[in-house]
């Protein structure tokens, strides 16, 4: 009995070491992966807004960008294209009891609102039936129309439209 309980003690005593070494090795890969941004803040080149500091660094907050607010229309990049939101929506309730976007977007009220009505596509379900208020796939607004603000884009974007693929833009439209 007492052999028995040697060798299990042994056989524990010798297995703490690998584990230490298992456990601090972990922690030295682990560490590698951090990726470190460098004074001017970029990454392989690339400007990175937020990325990690040494946790004593005071690093002040970046300022949050403007909304673009001026009720203009912007032009769409292809016809399909979920128009953009040029007005404010902050703390617009979008839930089961209320739809704010809809007390002016809505058939019913965009006399008094002098809002655009959503178009018929809004009251088509998914088999193509046009109902009487809105489909409920529809409903959330905010999964396709997007406020804009005036952040820059952190990377180029290169898209081209239609026209301009075609070969065909003119007039400056993009
Ligand atoms: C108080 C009324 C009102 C509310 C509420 C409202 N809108 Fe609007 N919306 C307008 C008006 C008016 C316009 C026309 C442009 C302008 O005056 O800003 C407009 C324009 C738009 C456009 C641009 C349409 C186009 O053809 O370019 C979109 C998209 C839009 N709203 C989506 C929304 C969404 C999504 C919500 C809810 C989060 C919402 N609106 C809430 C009044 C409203
Ligand atoms: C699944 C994506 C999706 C959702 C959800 C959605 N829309 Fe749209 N919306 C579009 C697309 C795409 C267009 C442009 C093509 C079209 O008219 O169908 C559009 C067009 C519009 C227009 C312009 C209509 C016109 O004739 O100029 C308005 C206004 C609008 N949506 C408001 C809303 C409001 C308000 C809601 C929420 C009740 C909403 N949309 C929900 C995708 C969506």
Known sequence: MKTRFLIAALALLAG???LTIGVTSGVVAADKHVVM????????GIKVPSTNHPITADVPAE???REITDDQKRVRNYADQPP???HAIRDYQ?????NKCLTCHD????AGSQAPMLSVTHFQDRDGQTLGTVAARRYFCTQCHVPQTDAQPIVPNSF???D???GHAQGGQK
């Open 63 to 65: 300022a949050t960008h």
């Open 94 to 98: 979008i839930d089961l009891n209320i």
């Open 164 to 166: 301009s693929v075609l």
């Open 16 to 18: 703490i070491p690998a």
């Open 37 to 44: 941004a460098d004074a001017t803040g970029t990454v392989g």
């Open 160 to 162: 081209q439209d239609f």
């Open 107 to 110: 058939r019913r009220n965009t």
């Open 84 to 86: 953009l939101i040029p």
